[in-house]
C-alpha cells in the first residue's frame, strides 16, 4: 500500500537529490514527490509517497533511513492520520468547438477550470485528491486527452493531530516544535 | 584575521588536532599543499590515492581519531571512491578533503572536473561541495563533527579551487548548527526494563558484540555485564578484540566462518543480546532459520539498523556504552551454568577438528603461521589484513585479549586493505608491533604503498601468504561449483625481489622449520619488512556457513585421522 510522509528538509542546493537518491539506493519506490518552500525561507517541504510493501515495517525503514541524511529535520507519517491531500492536475483536451460545452460540463461537476481555450483544444485545471483527478481523465479520455501533467500528491494534517513519528524521542514532536527557528540567521 | 582558504583549511585541521595527513597533490589542490607548508602537520604522500584512503582508515580505527586523507579533483578523488566506501560499509570516521575546478567552471567538464559529491553521495555519511571561502570553516567543523558522533563515517568535503585562492575573515565555530542530526545516545528506562524483563526469563543467553562495542569505547560495560549475568560473548568480525578471547565466556568469531559452537550458541539459544552490530548476512546466515527460538534485544546507535534484517522484540537506539551503563544495575547476577556445559561440549567436539592440532606433514598451513605469529608477538601486535582465506584464518587463529588492534575491511570487503592500513595504524602506534597479513591477490593491489613505507620508515611487518591463487575464490569454486576453477590460478612476482626493489628487507619461507626463525629476524629488523610464505594451496577456510544456508548448517573440517 502507498504510504504519505511529511518531511522538512534544508533549503540547501543537492537535497532532494540526496533524498531521492535514499530511495533508490534502498530500493523504495517513490509514487510521487513534491517539493516546495515553506513559510521559512531556509527549510523546505516534502511529500513523499512511496509504495510500502511490508507495512509499517518499510515505513520505520524510510523514516529512519530519511534521519540519516544530515539535511532531514523532521519526518511524519501521516497515510493513517486524518488529513488534507491535494494534487493539481492540467489536461489538454482535444475538442472541437461544438463539443466545448461538453468538457465545460464535466469541468463544472468536478469543480474544475478551463484555463485555455484553442481552437480545437482546451486546457483543464482541476485540483483535489488522486482519486477524484483520476475520475475526471476517466471521463475526458473518450472525449481525447492530448497531455496531462500532474504536481504530485501535498499533504497536511488536519487540526492539531501531526502524523505518526516513529524514530526514538520523536513521538511527542509536534509540529510547531520542530527545530526550524535555530536555521534562521 | 583574514586568511586564504587553503590557510583556513589547515587553520581547521589544526582545531581539530589533526598531526597526520594522508595524501596526493595536483591541480586541483595546490593552493592547499602551498598552505600546507606553513603548519606543523605530518604529510605522508602516498602512491595511489586508495591506499591515502586506507592509511587514513588504519589510522583512525587504530588511533580513535578522525583520519584525514587529501586528494585532487577527477583522477584523483574518484581513486579515494574504495577507500570511503571501506570506511563508510565499517563506520569509521575519516575526513576526505579533495580539490574541485574553480566554481565557475563546474558543469562544463573542465579539465580533472568530476562529480565527486555526486559520485560520493551513496557512500558517505554526508558531503559538501564548497564554493566560496567564507563556507571552508564552518564546513570542516561540521565534517569533523559529523564523522565522529553518533555512528560514525566518512565525510567528503570538496573545496572549489577559487574558494582555495579567495580570502575572507576566519572564525572557527565554536559549535555546530545541524537542526537535523541530533543522534540518540540514551533509551528511555521504559524499553530497558522490558529488556531487563527478558534478561530476568532468559536460560541460554548471548551477546553478540559488534564493531559499535569498540566504536563506543564500551569494552568495560561488555565485561562487567557479561560476568554479571554470565551469558558468552560472540563476536562480529569487527567485534574482535572488544571481550578478551582468552576469556572463559568468549566463544570467538560468529557467522559464515565462525567457530561452529558460536553459531551452534546463537541457534539455540533463547536470548540474543546483539551489542553495536547489524546482523549482516555474514553473520546470520538464512534469515529465515535464524535464532528460531531467540528473543532478541537490539542496542544500537542507528535507528535504521533496527529491524533491518532481523525483527527484534527490544530495540534499546543509543551508544552501547551508554546503554549497557544503564542496564548493570538493573540486572541481577545469574549463573547460566548448564547452557554454559552444553556449549563446552561442543567446544571439545571442535577442537578434536582444529587443524592447529595437527602434526607437521611437511606443507604450510596458514593458520599454522597465524598460530606462530601470535606466540612469536605473545598475541599484542596491531595486525591488518586483505580480505580473503588469510583474513579469515587470521580472525580465527591471531586471538586477541585487547581492544583496537584488529584492523580489517568486514563489510566492503576490500582486497589491497591489508598494507596500507597497517602503515596509517603505525602513525597511530609507532610503539607498538604491527603485522600486515596479505595474500598474494590482494597484496599486489597496493603493493606500492611498500614505498610509502620506506619513505615514512613505518615499522610495519608484511606476511604474504602466497598459494598462487584467489583463494576463496577458489574454496568457492571447489565446494559450490564443482571445482571447476576460473580465473584463480594466479602467477604471482618474486615477492622477495619486488620488495627489495623497494629498498624493503625480505625472506621466502617455505618450510614449517624456517617459520619461527624469519619471524624472529622480522621483528627485530627495524623499519618494514616483507616475509613470503610458500602456503599449502588448496587449503579451505572451516567451518563455513554456504551462503544462503542456515548458520547451524556449516561445513566442518573433516576430522583428520592419526597416520
Partial sequence: MNYTFIALVENKPGVLNRVASLFRRRNFNIESLAVGRTDNPDVSRMTIVVSCPNGDVDAHRIEANLYKLVNVIDVQDVTHQPSVTRDLALIKVKVAPDRRAEVNGLAEIFRARIVDVAPDSVIVEITGTEDKIEGMMELLRPIG????????????????????????????????????????? | MKLKGAEIVWECLMREGVEVVFGYPGGANMPIYDAMLNYPVHHVLVRHEQGGAHMADGYARVSGKVG?????????????????????????????????????????????????????????????????????????????????????????????KNAQVESCEFV???????????????????????????????????????????????????????????????????????????????????????????????????????????????????????????????????????????????????????????????????????????????????????????????????AHLIGDIWKATGGGAIVTTDVGQHQMWTAQYYQLDKPNRWITSGGAGTMGFGLPSAIGAWFAAKDQEIWAIAGDGGFQMTAAELTTAVQEGANVKIAIMNNNFLGMVRQWQEFFFEKRYSAVNMLTPDFVK??????????????????????????????????????????AVYPMVPAGSALHEMIRRPVKQAA
Wanted: glycine share 8%; proline share 6%.
Fill in chain 1, 145 to 185: 486527452i492530448v497531455e496531462m501533467v500532474r504536481t504530485g500528491q501535498v499533504a497536511m494534517t488536519r487540526g492539531v493531530n501531526d502524523g505518526v513519528r516513529r524514530m526514538p524521542g520523536m513521538s511527542d514532536r509536534h509540529y510547531e516544535e520542530v527545530p526550524v527557528a535555530a536555521m534562521v540567521p
Fill in chain 2, 68 to 160: 584525514v586523507a587529501m586528494a585532487t579533483s577527477g583522477p584523483g578523488a574518484t581513486n579515494l571512491v574504495t577507500g570511503i566506501a571501506t570506511a563508510m560499509m565499517d563506520s569509521v570516521p575519516v575526513v576526505f578533503i579533495t580539490g574541485q575546478v574553480a566554481a565557475h567552471l563546474i558543469g562544463g567538464d573542465a579539465f580533472q572536473e568530476t562529480d565527486v559529491t555526486g559520485i560520493t553521495l551513496p557512500i558517505t555519511k554526508h558531503n559538501y561541495l564548497v564554493t566560496r571561502a567564507d563556507q571552508i570553516a564552518e564546513t570542516i567543523c561540521e565534517a569533523f563533527y559529523i564523522a565522529r558522533s553518533g555512528r560514525p563515517g566518512p565525510v567528503l568535503v570538496d573545496i572549489c
Fill in chain 2, 172 to 366: 572557527y565555530p565554536e559549535e555546530v548548527k545541524l537542526p537535523g542530526y541530533q543522534p540518540v545516545t540514551r533509551s528511555p528506562r521504559s524499553l530497558l526494563d522490558e529488556a531487563v524483563a527478558l534478561i530476568e526469563k532468559a536460560k541460554k543467553p548471548v551477546i553478540l558484540c559488534g564493531h559499535g562495542v569498540l566504536m563506543s569505547k564500551a569494552e568495560e560495560e561488555l565485561m562487567q555485564f557479561a560476568v554479571k549475568t554470565q551469558t558468552p560473548v560472540t563476536s562480529t568480525l569487527l567485534g574482535l578484540g572488544a571481550f578478551p578471547a582468552s576469556h572463559p565466556l568468549s566463544l570467538g568469531m560468529m557467522g559464515m566462518h565462525g567457530e561452529a559452537y558460536a553459531n551452534n550458541a546463537i541457534q539455540n539459544s533463547d536470548l540474543i543480546l546483539a551489542f553495536g552490530m547489524r546482523f549482516d548476512d555474514r553473520v546470520t546466515g538464512t534469515l529465515k532459520t535464524y535464532a528460531p527460538k531467540a528473543k532478541k534485544i537490539h542496542i544500537e546507535i542507528d535507528p535504521s539498523e533496527v529491524h533491518k534484517n532481523v525483527f527484534v522484540d527490544v530495540p534499546l537506539v543509543g551508544d552501547v556504552k551508554t546503554v549497557v551503563s544503564d542496564l548493570i544495575p538493573l540486572v541481577d547476577e545469574y549463573d547460566h551454568d548448564e547452557w554454559l556445559e552444553e556449549i563446552n561440549n561442543w567446544k571439545n567436539e571442535a577442537d578434536s577438528r582444529s587443524i592447529m592440532n595437527w602434526e607437521d606433514d611437511g606443507k604450510l598451513y596458514v
Fill in chain 2, 498 to 539: 619486488l620488495a627489495e626493489a623497494h629498498g624493503v628487507p625480505a625472506r621466502l619461507v617455505t618450510k614449517r622449520e624456517e617459520v619461527g626463525e624469519a619471524i624472529a629476524w622480522a621483528r627485530k629488523t627495524r623499519g618494514p619488512v616483507v616475509l613470503e610464505f610458500r602456503v599449502e594451496q588448496e587449503d
